[in-house]
């Protein structure tokens, strides 16, 4: 077996070795689906960021062994694309949107007083890891601006202190790890 | 399996007599603003509702497409229109079950003679909120797949171009290119194999319309989508939906499933030999890969960059084959033109642009939402008509249409039809269908600012004009917004717009500086304020008013 090929957390085949890493089922069942084509990179590293929350060099190492593309093509797409992300995310993420509607709504406004309050920009985590700050170009929900996603939750109608109110409980009411 | 034309007949009589079993019908918003407004829960708390006093067989509580009306979700609909209910939560579950068939519960009761309803006319939209999008067979007692049926069983593939051409559809995804002509291109090129793509990837800020149609109403764009196949003689298409849809994206690989599993794609389709298959590509969130050789290109797995055309794709496109692209709402078009006839839609709309537009209307207006008019409509009519004017008391500064490729529209141009020809003569463009209402309190400058930061962030690095142009134009327009600029600044900024407009690779470089060519025509004095008088006609750029 190539090197690349060998997977996150090691997988061989000598049966004394770990097993494999489950959230890596999700992305070789991707692969599988698409006959290991090279055109299936873009889903295979939508698969990879949904069981991994990110991707990093070991997974990216895999994917491009497994679906035989260069590492720099795999490198290429994960940075090309806004979707990806080669940093772990925060326990939290809260995504506000800036398509038009919401800006001129005021979500400018929203950006400013988490980056005055918690300290972080888009694209950045708090220190203490537990939320990530994330910026999208339109969610189509123009009809509720200023709209955010709190962990996944689509919430329309948004204002700064109500964003503050829900960004301060997720770091402080949280038990700490 | 769906083989012939009873088989459709029989599907749609047997939908029908269970509606008819039913005395009440409950129509709740599924589409993803009302559901993030609680639409879900809502669902369900009518259903236990209609459970609790025993009512199942009589009262049935249905999960629709967009009801239009996103300033007022979440919304349900009672019995075909007949009631409507805006801003409904869990908690009046009770209230509604209790008034069926009874006087309508007042306080909730959104009037459905408003303007925004009546003045609509729906073609693409004319199942959204109507059906329950995860059902092919409510689609099909709507008429749905008969146009397929029609196209592959009645019809050469010739007479199915010639009924497109001949409707005068144009490309809704912003160009506005003759569909037939395009659609005659792709089947005449001489490949074996071709392939279909439906572009749903819908990146302007400010536009939800594809959104809307693959939520409401995903089998339309999956029929219109066949009928091409057919026409231009492909057996497999691909639809490239943004993976921001996640709600969009789960209807139509649902819809893709049922549609299988019935027959109505897949191998001989209605005992023929057209054989038709449709695979859903995420798209990754670049806004460049809206630009089809970039789309393509994703498609195939590698970083979305445009490449110099021609060749068009039509003749030279997915792993080098003949594609044809069209955009979501082009194919919606496609069904009803083939069951209807193409004399029927072009009868609809104006001489040069023929049927209706879908427009997402957003900002500062009162009634944001989806709505369908007839090509020719006045601008006038849609925001104060249809809108209901601007919210919060305010003045009407501007309407931005086609987004970041587009431009800002003032008031002087309010009584102007909204057609292809009408929109490129003052400087903007029709867009996909974004249109975002502005009122006094935007700064046109800012605006002007925002989307060219866009277009710089998205811009995807292959060509200088684009890369650099768009960095620079962007960083004149933050000085000009903070109250730093110089008198000369305008007139660079004014060659910049020239250069990159003209000499950028795709339409992305090439109508980024729309937004600022038009503020600069009818905006002028807030530039010559911020320029001059270190000053914010609008009040909105607080630098420029800390720099006084």
Partial sequence: MKAENSPPGGRSSSPSSPPVDPRLRLVDRTMQLYRHEGHALIETLHAAQESFGYLDEVVMHYIAGRLRVPLSRVFAVATFYHAFTLKPPGKHTCVICLGTACYIGGSQAILTGIRDREGIAAGETTTDGKVSLLVARCLGSCGLAPAGVFDGEVTGRLNPAEVLDRIGRWRHDDPAQ | MIQHSEDLHQIASNEQERRDGCRHHVHVCMAAGCQSGGGGELKQALEAEVARRGLEGRCRVTGVGCLGLCAAGPQVVVDDGATRYQGVQAADAADIVEALGGSPVERLRCPGDMAFFRRQSRIVTENCGRIDPERIEEYIAAAGYHGLHRAVTQMSRQEVIDAVTGSGLRGRGGAGFPTGLKWTTVAKAGDALKFVICNADEGDPGAFMDRSVLESDPHRVIEGMAIAGYAIGASQGFIYVRAEYPL?????????????????????????????????????????????????????????????????????????????????????????????????????????????????????????????????????????????????????????????????????????????????????????????????????????????????????????????????????????????????????????????????????????????????????????????????LAGACAAAREAV
């Fill in chain 2, 248 to 536: 969009a994206v789960k209807r139509v690989r649902h819809a893709l499933a049922q549609a299988e599993r019935m027959g109505v794609l897949g191998n001989g389709i209605f005992h023929t030999p057209f054989t038709f298959h449709i695979k859903v590509r995420l798209g990754a969130g670049a806004f460049v890969c809206g630009e089809e050789t970039a789309l393509i290109a994703s498609i195939e797995g590698r970083m979305g960059r445009p490449r110099p055309r021609p060749p068009f794709p039509a003749e030279f496109g997915l792993w080098e084959h003949p594609t044809l692209i069209n955009n979501v709402e082009t194919f919606a078009n496609v069904p009803p033109i083939i069951r209807n006839g193409a004399a029927w839609f072009s009868a609809i709309g104006t001489e040069k642009s023929r049927g209706t537009k879908v427009f997402a209307l957003a900002g500062k207006v009162v009634n944001t939402g989806l709505i369908e008019v007839p090509m020719g409509m006045t601008l006038r009519d849609i925001v104060f008509d249809i809108g209901g004017g601007i919210a919060g008391g305010r003045r009407f500064k501007a309407v931005q249409t086609g987004g970041p490729s587009g431009g800002c529209i003032p008031a002087q141009f309010l009584d102007m039809a909204v057609d292809y020809e009408s929109l490129a003569q003052v400087g903007s463009i029709m867009g996909s269908g974004g249109m975002i209402v502005i009122d006094d309190s935007s700064c046109m400058v800012d605006v002007a600012r925002f989307f060219m930061e866009f277009c710089m962030t998205e811009s995807c690095g292959k060509c200088v004009p684009c890369r650099v142009g768009t960095r620079q134009i962007h960083d004149l327009l933050a000085g000009i917004t903070a109250g730093q600029a110089a008198p000369a600044d305008l007139a660079t900024l004014e060659d910049l717009c020239d250069l990159v407009r003209h000499t950028s690779l795709c339409g992305l470089g090439q109508s980024a500086p729309n937004p600022v060519l038009t503020t600069l025509k009818y905006f002028r004095d807030e530039y010559h304020a911020h320029i001059h008088e270190r000053r914010c």
